[in-house]
């Protein structure tokens, strides 16, 4: 088994530093709200049926194409930020002249550590690494593996200035050869300006962990972007709860949020949004124009690949909410407003 896949273990320094964090307790990180992480062992052996019988079914009919990378778009300067999603939750992020890698993960499984593998709906994800820029700022909600991805970060360390991560995270990141000066851990609700944009770790209702023994030994959250022109939100991965409110109501509102939207099951509700809770979700967090991510990139959830984008359209048209969904590469601006019903071919 490759161990190094599971990064850096909490040492005794370690577990003192994350222990002055108030959200550090009985040595692991914990939800702001009472959340089960357990499925009922009765329940198990039909989670284990609905996960993986009739796997290719709930997969797209052929594999779905990434548009090559346009650098001159995506670089060129523009009074609004723009963005690249490359399925799942990778979002290349241009905003006040920055660019900012949220959630890399562009390898090919995302199961790396487990005897079958989880592929890929696209083909050639790392590669695509090579023809990036600069990455002014790599950022990660939390450690889980399609999310966190050794390949991808070997590949983006060469070309990676900064990175700003979920308390717990760095440890990961500096086993696998990470300068460690060059990595900002964030706490809840915690800030720090980065260049002209202010950055702030925002709560989920989710987990962690990279392996048997290593669960909540991480935090999990999104983040908040914030510059004297505009106001970017990425929910992260989470279930439904009380943070999204208090997420408008302290920072007024945004001009664009990416909602994690699939990946979801009854079994695990509280740990990932429904698609009608992320759009009800995006409303309780006063957004704007909203978009949903944590799909078209992987099945590792019971439901077809395209129901979550689905359910997201029904709900956002039903409340009138605005919303955008780009076809995987795309260079797009956030005030954009034209799409196409592009996984309908797949």
């Given at each position: 088994m490759p161990f190094h896949q599971f990064g850096g273990k909490v040492t005794p320094d370690l577990e003192d530093h994350y222990s002055k964090s108030e959200n550090w307790k009985n040595g692991r990180f914990q939800n702001l709200q009472a959340t089960s992480m357990n499925i009922d062992l009765k329940d198990f052996p039909k989670v284990l049926v609905q996960q993986f019988k009739g796997r290719s079914s709930r997969q797209p009919n052929r594999q779905i194409p990434m548009e090559s990378f346009d650098q001159g778009k995506f670089l060129e300067g523009s009074s609004s930020a723009k963005f690249s999603w490359y399925g799942h939750s990778a979002i290349l992020l241009r905003?006040?002249?920055?660019?900012?890698?949220?959630d890399p993960m562009m390898g090919p499984d995302a199961s790396p550590i487990a005897p079958f593998q989880t592929k890929r709906f696209s083909d050639g994800t790392l590669d695509m690494i090579d023809d990036l820029p600069e990455i002014d700022l790599l950022m990660m909600t939390h450690d889980h593996y399609d999310h966190l991805d050794l390949e991808s970060i070997r590949k983006l360390k060469a070309k990676t200035k900064r990175y700003a991560v979920a308390l717990g995270v760095k440890r990961h990141l500096v086993k696998w050869g990470v300068d460690a000066d060059l990595i900002n851990e964030f706490d809840w609700w915690q800030d720090r300006m980065i260049g002209p944009i202010q950055v702030t770790f925002t709560p989920t209702r989710h987990f962690s962990g990279r392996g048997l023994?290593?669960?909540?030994?991480?935090?999990?959250?999104?983040?908040?972007?914030?510059?004297?022109?505009?106001?970017?939100?990425?929910?992260?991965?989470?279930?439904?709860?009380?943070?999204?409110?208090?997420?408008?109501?302290?920072?007024?509102?945004?001009?664009?949020?990416?909602?994690?939207?699939?990946?979801?099951?009854?079994?695990?509700?509280?740990?990932?949004?429904?698609?009608?809770?992320?759009?009800?979700a995006s409303q309780k967090g006063l957004a704007k124009k909203i978009m949903p991510v944590h799909w078209a990139g992987f099945?590792?959830?019971?439901?077809?690949?395209?129901?979550?984008?689905?359910?997201?359209?029904q709900k956002a048209r039903e409340l009138e909410v605005d919303f955008i969904i780009p076809q995987i590469g795309q260079v797009r601006s956030i005030l954009d407003t034209n799409w196409e019903e592009w996984w309908l071919e797949y």
């Amino acid at each position: 088994m490759p161990f190094h896949q599971f990064g850096g273990k909490v040492t005794p320094d370690l577990e003192d530093h994350y222990s002055k964090s108030e959200n550090w307790k009985n040595g692991r990180f914990q939800n702001l709200q009472a959340t089960s992480m357990n499925i009922d062992l009765k329940d198990f052996p039909k989670v284990l049926v609905q996960q993986f019988k009739g796997r290719s079914s709930r997969q797209p009919n052929r594999q779905i194409p990434m548009e090559s990378f346009d650098q001159g778009k995506f670089l060129e300067g523009s009074s609004s930020a723009k963005f690249s999603w490359y399925g799942h939750s990778a979002i290349l992020l241009r905003m006040s002249g920055m660019t900012i890698f949220i959630d890399p993960m562009m390898g090919p499984d995302a199961s790396p550590i487990a005897p079958f593998q989880t592929k890929r709906f696209s083909d050639g994800t790392l590669d695509m690494i090579d023809d990036l820029p600069e990455i002014d700022l790599l950022m990660m909600t939390h450690d889980h593996y399609d999310h966190l991805d050794l390949e991808s970060i070997r590949k983006l360390k060469a070309k990676t200035k900064r990175y700003a991560v979920a308390l717990g995270v760095k440890r990961h990141l500096v086993k696998w050869g990470v300068d460690a000066d060059l990595i900002n851990e964030f706490d809840w609700w915690q800030d720090r300006m980065i260049g002209p944009i202010q950055v702030t770790f925002t709560p989920t209702r989710h987990f962690s962990g990279r392996g048997l023994t290593d669960r909540a030994q991480t935090l999990w959250g999104g983040w908040v972007f914030q510059s004297s022109e505009e106001s970017i939100w990425f929910s992260g991965d989470g279930g439904f709860g009380d943070h999204f409110e208090e997420i408008g109501r302290r920072f007024g509102g945004f001009d664009f949020a990416f909602m994690e939207c699939g990946q979801y099951n009854e079994h695990w509700r509280q740990l990932h949004l429904f698609p009608d809770e992320s759009v009800i979700a995006s409303q309780k967090g006063l957004a704007k124009k909203i978009m949903p991510v944590h799909w078209a990139g992987f099945t590792l959830a019971p439901h077809h690949w395209k129901e979550p984008v689905e359910h997201f359209v029904q709900k956002a048209r039903e409340l009138e909410v605005d919303f955008i969904i780009p076809q995987i590469g795309q260079v797009r601006s956030i005030l954009d407003t034209n799409w196409e019903e592009w996984w309908l071919e797949y």
